[in-house]
C-alpha cells in the first residue's frame, strides 16, 4: 500500500468482502465530504490493471470531494484480496461490491466506473447485473474493444512482440466488450485521449460507433480525453463533464 485517502484528507472505511466462491476482497469506502453536497450518487470504481487502490485511487478522489460517494475496489489479485485475476471470477467480485453497496445505501444511485482493463469488467457486470442491482450509468476511461487487439498492439511495439504477435490469436474472446454492448440499455459515457500509448485511442473510437449502432436510442456520450492512459480526471473541464453525466446521466449539450 502505498497511501490511503486519509494522506489525501478524506475519511474513508475499510470493506471487506466475501466473493460467492470465498474469495475475501478488500475496498475502500470513501463517502462524498467537503464543501459540495452529497449528490445521491455512488460510484463502484474498477481500477486498471497493475498496482493496487493505494495508486489507482488517486484519480478518483475529487469525486468524494464533489458529493460522489465511491467504492474502490481490489478485486483478486490485486492489493489486500486474496486469490487470483482471472474471468469470469472476477465477476463475483463486483458482484460482491454492488450488493455490500445497495444494502448499505439503497438510496443512492449506483453507477460504475471502469478504467482500462477494469472497462472490461466493467461492461462484462453492467451487462449481466445492471437490473438486478438498479444500475444507473456507465463510464468508460481508455476501455478495451478487445483484449486480444489490445494484446496485439502492445506486442507490435517491440522486435520481441513481434514473435509473440501470432499467440494473441489464442487469448479468449469470451469476455471482449465488444461482444457485451448489446446488453447494456442504459446511458453510457466512454472517454479517451488521443495521446494513450497503452490502449489505442482506436479502440475507444470504435467501441462507442460500434455501440452506437446497437443502441442508436441509447443516451451514448463520447469525450475526447487528455494526456497519457487513464489520466482524464487530471483535467478540470472532464471531471466537470463526467459530474453533469453523473448528476443527469445525459450528454453535454
Known amino acids: 500500500m502505498i497511501s490511503t485517502p486519509k494522506d489525501a484528507g478524506l475519511a474513508y472505511q475499510d470493506v471487506w468482502l466475501k466473493a460467492e466462491d470465498g474469495t475475501n476482497l478488500h475496498a475502500w469506502w470513501i463517502p462524498a465530504q467537503g464543501s459540495e453536497p452529497d449528490s ?23 469525486l468524494a470531494k ?19 485475476a482471472r474471468l469470469p471470477e472476477m465477476l463475483q467480485d463486483l458482484e460482491a461490491a454492488a450488493l455490500w453497496m445497495k ?21 462484462n457486470f453492467t451487462a449481466q447485473a445492471a437490473q438486478k442491482y438498479d444500475i444507473h450509468a456507465l463510464i468508460l476511461d481508455a476501455p478495451l474493444m478487445s483484449i486480444a487487439a489490445t494484446a496485439r498492439s502492445a506486442m507490435s511495439s517491440n522486435i520481441v512482440g513481434w514473435f ?11 469476455w471482449d466488450s465488444i461482444k457485451h454492448i448489446e446488453s447494456i ?12 500509448e497503452i490502449i489505442p485511442y482506436k479502440q475507444g473510437k470504435k467501441l462507442y460507433k460500434k455501440w452506437q449502432q446497437a443502441h442508436p436510442e441509447q443516451q451514448l456520450c463520447w469525450l475526447d480525453s487528455k494526456g497519457p492512459h487513464i489520466m482524464s480526471f487530471a483535467f478540470p473541464e472532464l471531471r466537470k463533464a463526467t ?10 449539450e
Open 164 to 174: 509473440i504477435w501470432p499467440f494473441t490469436v489464442l487469448i479468449p474472446s469470451r
Open 243 to 252: 459530474l453533469q453525466f453523473i448528476a443527469h446521466q445525459r450528454c453535454q
Open 185 to 196: 440499455n442504459l446511458p453510457v459515457l466512454i472517454m479517451h485521449s488521443p495521446n494513450d
Open 40 to 62: 445521491n450518487s455512488m460510484v463502484l470504481y474498477l481500477h486498471g490493471n497493475a498496482e493496487n487502490i493505494s495508486s489507482h485511487s488517486h484519480s478518483i478522489y475529487w
Open 66 to 84: 464533489s458529493g460522489v460517494s465511491v467504492l474502490s475496489l481490489d478485486y483478486r489479485g490485486f492489493g489486500a484480496s486474496e486469490g487470483k
Open 103 to 123: 444494502q448499505e445505501y439503497p438510496g443512492k444511485k449506483l453507477i460504475i466506473l471502469g478504467q482500462s482493463i477494469g472497462s472490461v469488467l466493467a461492461i
